[in-house]
């Protein structure tokens, strides 16, 4: 069944389930919203949706109250209005008094250029504000600093986005409200720091926060200083999925390519050196194969051995296993991710082969995940005392930092870096979505095992946004089954499969985001009232895939580069020095640190 509305005398149909929020979207009617966010959150706190419906004497929050409830009997059109005065003095008076307990700090936060408070601060003109000197009360702010991300109460409205996505998206339920009253902060059950508290670092909190409460812990400045130091020889690197993000910081569609932007840019910064991650994950697929291989040949001869093979590329997914179910810490591939794997090579190899020591020689990255700042501090993603990587930042830090430099980024022309670690195939690219990872490995081990080189490359089954996809395919004479999930909060489900029928998945691709990296939680926020109209994951992973299908080269086998790297330094895939420098170990963690 249908009903009509009339929203500031525009008529849109809407479906019996749709609330007034829903009509207005279809409307393209603007509601103030800082507490909503479809599916996630909502809990209707903070009242800045009002609107007036005509025959009800009370103002109804637009965002949780149903078209259908409002109807007068006999009724099928609601006549709806979000511009009277009355809705504006109350939109304004509740503006007034979030905006009297934030502390403004405008000029130095991450959000200042898309904070949906800021917006509707402007929007609604508030020049007033309600509260104890019209200022955050300092005595009680919190701030909640790990090596990944921070917490900062002062930027905080208690809209309850980050608790809800915490829980549904990242499954891990570490957030929530602490104290009462004019006390109230979020933050990690018993005060925990975010380091001890179970979190896994996705920075699904940070994509749902309308302001700059939760974010990335800031590296810029690490960054601005290593490239600044003349002693140093600098080398950029980034992950499959920033290309077809970072654009849209600059006002660019959404999927964009923007590769040869960001390779110019990176230049103009200051950089000595560019390769890509990209490579790296040709060179996964090469090390990760061959794990699969030979697991699996030896367990097809009865050999005791983890099956399935769980992918280990996202350090989001890293931290989930080792937290959650370390248990299955022995079917972890031993592979380090393609950042750290990249790292490795750079600092263990191509140094030398520039004649650079490599103590001089830093590497930064630019990754769509805040994970990937925890994966490089970790102990274990070192050799013989030098760090891989030297420094990460997510997507939005090297937007801000290129926007400080007044690079006219739109404008850029295109370039393309001369570094043989610059050089991948379609299989590389496709890592950045989620059943990249799975079909790029499939392209390989299948003509590997079939000595075949097969045509067609496209593997469909593993794609899409499905929560958990599976395949099964026939490979050299036997059948293969393979799942992808992405997304935390699916692993329990997944888990809960391996457990059902322990011998049916033979590899397992986990990716900590919704989406996989395109979707990471470094990644460009996209405001809550444009997320509701647009699929960002296919969208950006559409970009993705675009590149693959044009690339000449769409298998990790096929890199030449990385087959010379074996030729002339790694020996073959899971050699031991491939195995010095590429794969690494794991820790069991408890959810709470004491
Ligand atoms: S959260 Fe928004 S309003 Fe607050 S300091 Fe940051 S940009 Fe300004
Ligand atoms: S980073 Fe993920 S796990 Fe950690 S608090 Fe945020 S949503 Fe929860
Ligand atoms: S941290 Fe951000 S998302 Fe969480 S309650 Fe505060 S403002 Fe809302
Ligand atoms: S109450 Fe509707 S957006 Fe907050």
Redesign the pocket.
């Known amino acids: 069944m249908e009903f009509k509305v009339i929203i500031n005398g525009i008529e849109v149909m809407v479906d019996e389930n749709a609330t007034i929020l829903d009509a207005a979207n279809i409307a393209k009617v603007d509601i103030p919203r800082l507490c909503f966010l479809k599916g996630i959150n909502e809990n209707s706190s903070c009242r800045l949706c009002v609107v007036e419906v005509e025959g009800i004497k009370t103002l109804k929050n637009s965002c949780s109250v149903k078209v259908k409830d409002c109807l007068q009997r006999g009724s099928d059109t609601l006549v709806v209005k979000t511009n009277t005065p009355r809705v504006l003095d109350a939109v304004k008076h509740n503006l007034e008094l979030i905006?009297g307990n934030?502390?403004?700090?405008?000029w130095?936060?991450?959000?200042?250029h898309n904070?949906?408070?800021?917006r509707l601060?402007r929007k609604f003109n508030i020049t007033n504000v309600i509260g104890e000197d019209a200022t955050f009360s300092m005595k009680d702010r919190v701030q909640n600093i790990s090596n990944a991300m921070q917490l900062d109460s002062s930027?905080c409205v208690l809209c309850g986005r980050c608790i809800a996505a915490c829980e549904k998206l990242a499954g891990t339920k570490v957030l929530g409200f602490n104290y009462r009253g004019s006390k109230t902060y979020v933050g990690p059950a018993l005060n925990y720091l975010i380091a001890d508290s179970g979190c896994i670092y996705c920075g699904k909190c940070i994509q749902a926060c309308p302001?700059?409460?939760i974010k990335e812990k800031d590296d810029i400045a690490l960054a601005e200083s290593l490239v600044a130091n003349k002693e140093f020889y600098t080398i950029f690197c980034m992950a499959p999925s920033v290309r077809v993000a970072l654009g849209e910081e600059f006002g660019m569609k959404m999927g964009t390519n923007v590769e040869g932007k960001i390779y110019t840019a990176i230049k103009e910064l200051g950089f000595d050196d560019v390769t890509d991650v990209n490579f790296a994950a040709d060179l996964t697929i090469m090390e990760e194969g061959t794990e699969f291989i030979g697991r699996f040949t030896k367990a097809l001869k009865g050999e005791e051995v983890k099956l399935p093979l769980l992918t280990s590329c996202s350090p989001g997914w890293i931290r989930y296993i080792e937290t959650y179910y370390p248990e299955y810490l022995d079917n972890l591939s031993s592979c380090k991710s393609p950042q750290q794997m990249q790292g490795a090579i750079i600092k263990n190899y191509y140094a030398e082969k520039l004649g650079l020591d490599k103590n001089k020689v830093k590497v930064i990255s630019v990754m769509p995940c805040i994970a990937k700042k925890f994966e490089a501090s970790r102990p274990e993603m070192e050799v013989d005392g030098v760090r891989d990587i030297d420094c990460v930042l997510t997507t939005r830090e090297l937007a801000r930092w290129i926007k400080r430099h007044d690079i006219d980024f739109r404008n850029l022309e295109d370039s393309i870096p001369e570094s043989a670690l610059a050089k991948y195939t379609g299989a590389g690219v496709i890592f950045g979505a989620t059943g990249g990872v799975m079909e790029a490995a499939l392209r390989t081990v299948r003509d590997i095992l079939e000595s075949k080189d097969y045509k067609d490359v496209d593997i469909t089954p593993v794609r899409g946004t499905d929560n958990i996809k599976e395949a099964t395919l026939t490979v050299a004479g036997h059948e293969v089954t393979v799942a992808v999930v992405h997304g935390a909060v699916n692993f329990k489900e997944m888990f809960d499969k391996i457990k059902e029928n322990p011998n049916k998945y033979a590899f397992i691709e986990f990716m900590g985001c919704t989406g996989g990296c395109v979707n990471g939680g470094g990644q460009p926020i996209v405001p809550s009232y444009i997320a509701d109209t647009i699929d960002v994951r296919a969208e950006r992973a559409k970009g993705l895939y675009n590149i693959d299908e044009e690339a000449t080269l769409r298998k990790s086998h096929e890199n030449k580069f990385v087959m010379d790297l074996y030729k002339e330094f790694l020996e073959e895939p899971n050699s031991h020095i491939a195995h010095k420098l590429l794969h690494t170990t794991y820790v069991k963690r408890d959810k709470y640190n004491k």
């Open positions: 905006a934030h502390l403004f700090e405008c130095k936060c991450p959000r200042e904070c949906e408070l800021l601060l930027k302001t700059g409460a």
